[in-house]
Nanobody
Framework: QVQLVESGGGLVQPGGSLRLSCAAS????????MRWYRQAPGKERELVAT???????NYADSVKGRFTISRDNAKNTVYLQMNSLKPEDTAVYYC?????????WGQGTQVTVSS
């Protein structure tokens, strides 16, 4: 079965950096686009970044120039490097994939940006 396991969240000061990881299993990783979403308290879940199976990327305007999504197909892992973090980046971050059998989510990892 498809499994997505996020890690790397935590508490960081404004201006700091974090790198999130999402380890995937149960599907042919290098065939599918991967996405990072986030959900802040009281807000809807929003798409943060997408990486296609061949490495093309897209970002939400709010994170362009600060976040970088990447993937390692040999490790079945997708990453989100987050720099210049702001308090408004505080949210639970989720890894996502849509395969031929459905749409799958990880359990999420909390990112808190606060001084």
């Amino acid at each position: 079965q498809v499994q997505l396991v996020e890690s790397g969240g935590g508490l960081v000061q404004p201006g700091g950096s974090l790198r999130l990881s999402c380890a995937a299993s149960g599907f042919t990783f290098n065939m599918y686009a991967m996405r990072w979403y986030r959900q802040a308290p009281g807000k809807e879940r929003e798409l943060v970044a997408t990486i296609s199976h061949f490495g093309g990327t897209n970002y939400a305007d709010s994170v362009k120039g600060r976040f970088t999504i990447s993937r390692d197909n040999a490790k079945n892992t997708v990453y989100l490097q987050m720099n210049s973090l702001k308090p408004e980046d505080t949210a639970v971050y989720y890894c996502n994939v849509m395969t031929g059998t459905g749409r799958y989510w990880g359990q999420g990892t909390q990112v808190t940006v606060s001084s």
